[in-house]
């Protein structure tokens, strides 16, 4: 499958529009918001699991990133409340499940080898977010050569612009925003490309996640993504 896998153009994908197919496993929902390739793809995807659904036993071969959007998501080393930011890096292993049900927004195979750090961040904790001078607030979630993660509260009619050199991307975890010119809100995804620039605008309550610089060199498609001579 592919699915804005031109990294050229800017994508979008919104979270009212876009239908939840079946995974492989009972109780495993999933909204395809960028993907290249089948079960084993570079992907991001929004997955929603059932109350007492799992996932089968996987090793992260080209890494995992997550942000919990509601309920609470497990695995063996521990669970993951409504608005945590985790990185389980290349390599790592897990046994995901959720007792009571849970939406995640996961992005796979998007991230080097080479950054094997941990991340467990939460977004909901307000002791963890600085105040800057634009009248923002920020919390930083991870920073490499490579890429830049970081989540943003904008005041409600403000508006900040973003032009970053290795291309953009944003979802919506809260609120709503104006940019474009169209109206975005809380699931929405949007990506553009390395050198492209846009301003958002707040609407109430905007908290967004936002990554950046990825888009310049991404790590090589597993195996099974990669196009056939």
């Known amino acids: 499958m592919q699915l804005h896998t031109n990294y050229e153009l800017s994508a979008f994908s919104r979270a009212n529009d876009t239908p939840w197919v079946p995974s492989p496993l009972k109780g495993v929902d999933r909204k395809m918001l960028e993907r290249n390739g089948d079960e084993v793809a570079r992907a991001t995807t929004i997955v929603r699991y059932a109350p007492g659904s799992h996932f089968s036993p996987h090793v992260h071969t080209g890494g995992e990133e997550f942000l919990v959007l509601d309920g609470v998501f497990s695995d063996e080393h521990g669970d993951y409340p409504k608005g945590m930011y985790v990185r389980n890096p290349v390599g790592s292993k897990h046994k995901p499940f959720s007792k009571d049900g849970c939406t995640i927004m996961v992005k796979l195979w998007q991230y080097p080898a080479h950054d094997q750090l941990f991340v467990r961040t939460d977004l909901l904790d307000d002791a963890l977010w600085v105040a800057q001078a634009d009248g923002t607030d920020r919390l930083e979630l991870h920073r490499t050569d490579h890429e830049h993660v970081e989540a943003l509260k904008i005041p409600e009619g403000a508006s900040v612009s973003f032009k970053e050199p290795g291309g953009i ?61």
């Open 169 to 229: 991307e944003l979802f919506v975890f809260a609120g709503s925003m104006h940019a474009g010119g169209a109206r975005y809100s809380e699931g929405d995804w949007l990506r553009f490309p390395v050198g492209d620039s846009t301003k958002v605008t707040a609407g109430e309550g905007l908290l967004l996640w936002k990554k950046t610089g990825h888009l310049i060199a991404p790590p090589p498609l597993p195996n099974d993504a990669q196009p056939k001579s």
